[in-house]
């Protein structure tokens, strides 16, 4: 769950509201002596009542003059259209026949706790299917785009005139989608069905890592889409986070002021993370929480 939240989330509907509770999420600030940049690992969809700017975020959000995501804020019902375009698959195919035989006795628990229509998935390409899958399952634990940490960011910063800048665009991120081959497609697809048929689905165990700002946790999260696929998390994250630090390096070493990136939590753990790959390149990297 780490890629076009914002396009989804008009697909799906909450349903679950949840008390009210707080959160750490994990932060990081680097330096290089003149320039700050901090990274907030974000959830792209969250249930209400979760308090997750404590005194540690505040501190980033006042100090930084740019919010940075991964994509610039873009209208829900537009994002949503172009998703539904790009992601319309040539001929319907059932879904059953494009997932391999052990899989195939996971997909009704999976579409059930995702609340997909299963004509919708039969309609789309399977990165499509996948992600729809993906959005549903958060979904279904009563989270939603409006109150995730982008969203959230975006009209703080808009209601102070602060830019609110893009890592890519909406159609880069599905042209990433489109490139991939039709292995890693399959291979996307049963991982997301997989993720969505355990019990508490796999947004739940996401949800918690975040939430305790536990890096390892977050990082198996991420790996679960990529499971046997090394090819999918090249063209998913780590080509990504790659392309990310080059422009990132530029923006700090041209001492454009104080930013706040802040992307999906996958994007910034373990050794191809951006705090470690930015840590590389030779600038200081401290974990804050």
């Not at 992307?263 to 910034?268: E, K, Q, R, Y």
Request: net charge neutral.
């Amino acid at each position: 769950f780490l890629f076009c939240a914002l396009a989804l989330a008009s697909l799906a509907a909450a349903c679950h509201p949840t008390a009210n509770e707080t959160a750490r999420p994990p932060l990081w600030r680097v330096t290089d002596g003149k320039s700050t940049l901090w990274l907030l690992g974000s959830i792209h969809m969250l249930p209400p009542g979760i308090e997750w700017q404590d005194d540690a975020v505040k501190q980033a959000v006042h100090e930084a003059d740019t919010l940075i995501l991964e994509i610039p804020p873009t209208d829900p019902a537009q994002a949503g259209s172009a998703f539904v375009t790009a992601a319309r698959a040539k001929a319907d195919v059932p879904i059953e026949q494009r997932l391999p035989t052990p899989k195939r006795t996971l997909l009704a628990d999976a579409i059930d706790h995702s609340h997909a229509s299963r004509e919708t998935l039969d309609g789309m390409k399977d990165w499509g299917a996948a992600l729809v899958l993906a959005a549903g399952d958060a979904s279904a634990d009563g989270a939603t785009r409006e109150n995730g940490v982008e969203a959230v960011l975006t009209r703080e910063f808009q209601k102070k005139g602060k830019p609110v800048e893009g890592l890519e665009t909406l159609k880069g991120q599905f042209a990433i989608f489109d490139s991939l081959g039709h292995a890693e497609q399959r291979r996307l697809l049963a991982n997301a069905v997989t993720d969505a048929a355990q019990p508490d689905g796999g947004y739940a165990d996401a949800l918690t890592a975040w939430r305790n700002g536990d890096a390892k946790a977050l990082s198996d999260a991420a790996d679960a889409l990529f499971t046997d696929a090394p090819a999918l998390k090249s063209a998913l994250l780590v080509k990504r986070n790659t392309a990310w630090v080059a422009d990132l390096t530029k923006r700090m070493k041209q001492h454009r002021g104080t930013v706040l990136v802040a992307v999906g939590s996958g994007h910034l753990v373990g050794p191809q993370g951006l705090p470690a790959l930015l840590g590389q390149r030779g600038f200081k990297v401290s974990r804050v929480q």
